[in-house]
């Protein structure tokens, strides 16, 4: 596999570490593998769902982000409840986000922020598998394994694993977020680049910082390629394997490659996670369907104020150029950004000067996709507890992701027991995005 390490480094307070990675195929013996992803596209392409050449982009705040200073200030409310970073105007009239969030206020028109969105489970695990999923776990928190396929892995094993022109994987996960994998439905259709090490002889490793050398990255492909051409390692392999090899060796680089975007754009994404964003929209244009990244560091129980500063100005920056670029390149009907985190965060301001977890409110936006944006959905009430009105929740959210893509909202996948089972049973489409 090809695998592109960050060096940044988040822990949330259940001690989870998590390492931003990018791992482009692998062709291993056992697990997942780059193969066996193209093999099952045809049994896929035979469920006879309707499709849609839409894609999704869920940027994941690791952590739990707090909804109040990020997408509802509620300046009215007490001071001990109210956002502590102030608010800035949006473009839309009346609508305000938290202080640290100009540049996207000034995309509010491209956006929906969704102010009523809830759920049950405060734990990290568990909050995490209910909006990857749709279904609550409570026993993830205590070593649980998840029990329902994530959304991506939805969508490629009704789609077809990989893009049937381009041979791009449909699901890709260049970081980690819990519960992102197939459950039931199996290793196939787990996002690219989860498998086990692969053999050592296909592994071609790099660093962020050598990501940005394009010369010593194309260096690597190039005796890899030369080794499995001197080895005739590639005349023994069977047809799904080569087509492996060529996407490796051929599309995926150039996907990844964000030196193939000018200076300008690059700059205006910034690093870390607006290179990822970079390279989330690149994915997409490729025939990705279904690309999730981790931007943790949100667990903030204290001194929420000065982590706010610290870890929101990165995430304003990216966001803002993302929808900018998605605006320029006219791709701003077929990819659809997804803000969350597993929940958000208590109301009332802790005696640490931070926020404590709070599932019954959560941080919620949504821009593109062809969807109805400029717009704020829901409401909270008077001290951000919970929505006083048009309550969401993450089946609701599942279900307007799979219309977006062009599935089936009450469609049945078969389970482990060899049953068809709802992948949505309670949720609908939020009327208001539709």
Known sequence: MLTIQGLRRSRDCGGTTRRDFLKVGT??????????????????????????????????????????????????????????????????????????????????????????????NSGHGGGTHFLMT?????????????????????????????????????????????????????????PFGTSSEGRNNMTVRTTTDRLADRRGLL??????????????????LDAFEQQAFNLILGNAPEAFDVRKEDAKTRDKYGKDLGEQML???????AGCGFVT??????????????????????????????LEDLHDRGLQDDILLVISGEFGRTPRINRNAGRDHWAPLSTLALAGGGLRMGQVIGESDSKLTRPATDPISPQDLMATLFVTLGLDHKAQLVNQAG??????????PIKALI
């Not at 260096?219 to 023994?236: K, V």
């Not at 943790?296 to 304003?316: E, F, K, S, V």
């Open 27 to 120: 062709l291993g013996m056992a697990g997942l593998s780059l193969p066996s992803l193209l093999a099952a596209k045809a049994q896929a392409a035979n469920s006879g769902l309707p499709v849609r050449n839409k894609s999704i982009v869920w940027l994941w705040l690791g952590g739990g982000p707090t909804h109040v200073e990020t997408f509802d200030p509620k300046m009215s409310a007490p001071v001990e409840y109210r956002s502590v970073t102030g608010e800035v105007q949006t473009k839309l009239p009346g609508v305000t986000l938290g202080g640290n969030f100009e540049r996207m206020a000034q995309h509010a028109d491209k956006m929906a922020f969704v102010r009523s969105f809830a759920h049950t």
């Open 134 to 190: 749709g279904y609550d776990n409570k026993a993830i928190d205590n070593g649980g394994q998840p029990t329902r396929p994530s959304i991506g892995s939805i969508t490629a094993k009704i789609r077809g694993a990989n893009h049937s022109e381009t041979g791009m994987p449909t699901y890709v996960r260049l970081s980690s977020i819990g519960s992102d994998g197939p459950a039931f439905l199996g290793t196939a259709y787990a």
């Open 219 to 236: 260096e690597g492909f190039d005796r890899f390629q030369r080794d499995a051409d001197r080895t005739g390692l590639m005349n023994g």
């Open 279 to 285: 390279v989330a929209r690149r994915l997409c244009e």
């Open 293 to 322: 990244l981790n931007y943790g560091g949100w667990d903030m129980h204290g001194t929420i104020q000065r982590a706010m500063n610290q870890r929101a100005p990165q995430l304003d920056r990216a966001v803002g150029a993302f």
């Open 419 to 428: 049953r068809p089972v709802y992948m949505i049973e309670n949720g609908d």
